[in-house]
């Protein structure tokens, strides 16, 4: 069962437009999570994070907004460019299982030129 | 410049072979975890070592065996046992504490053949 989902494996965005990545989670006891962005055949680099005490957190182009009660949180990137394209996972932390995070399976975004 | 080593890049197992995946860091990262990534899915854990002598089994730690002698290295070896272990590994560490993201490896990719 899988606690973090990002349901959608891929999205297609034109360049100079905003790109929308949605993660949900199941376990309301998770407090903490982040986004990370992982070229082919390297590592993942991690992007942004946001506590539940926050409801948006921003870094330049990237912003995460939390939705506690919906249990969703989503990624926006503006505006798109190219070297955006990239998987994206979702992870999430509860404080009580200490620091392991629980990723996504991750959305394939293209950013269109 | 500080980071986590993972080598080799790719490597290939005969059916029946132990096999050894090395990761290092120069972080001075308290905590350490390996990780799997297969097409479809999120990083699943394998073993994490918040300390040195130290190690906790992950989500899929069947036929996987870790050691932690030192601070900068956590190997894994990939077992016999292991029914499936054609996949993408990734070491990855933190300070210690659950609120700093992962620094991540380049990661290996093990095909058994």
């Known amino acids: 069962d899988q606690q973090v989902k990002q349901n959608s494996p891929s999205l297609s965005v034109q360049e100079g437009r905003i790109s929308i990545l949605n993660c949900d989670y199941t376990?309301?006891?998770?407090?903490?999570f982040l986004w990370y962005k992982k070229y082919p055949a390297e590592g993942p680099t991690f992007l942004i994070s946001i506590s539940s005490i926050k409801d948006k957190n921003e870094d330049g182009r990237f912003t995460v907004f939390l939705n506690k009660s919906a249990k969703h949180l989503s990624l926006h990137i503006v505006p798109s460019q190219p070297g955006d394209s990239a998987v994206y996972f979702c992870a999430a932390s509860a404080q009580g299982y200490g620091q392991n995070f629980v990723f996504g399976p991750g959305t394939r975004l293209s950013v269109l030129p | 410049d500080g980071g986590i080593t993972q080598s080799p890049k790719y490597l290939f197992r005969k059916e029946g072979q132990n096999v050894t995946l090395s990761c290092e860091q120069n972080l001075n990262h308290d905590a350490m975890y390996w990780y799997r990534q297969d097409p479809g899915q999120g990083l699943r854990l394998i073993y994490y070592s918040q300390i040195v002598n130290d190690f906790q089994k992950g989500d899929i730690a069947e036929g996987y065996s870790v050691s932690r002698e030192k601070k900068e290295s956590f190997p894994l070896t990939v077992t016999s046992a292991q029914k499936n272990p054609t996949a993408f590994y990734l070491c990855a560490s933190t300070p210690g504490q659950g609120l700093y993201g992962y620094t991540f490896g380049s990661g290996t990719r093990l095909t058994v053949v």
């Open positions: 376990n309301s006891m998770f407090d903490y």
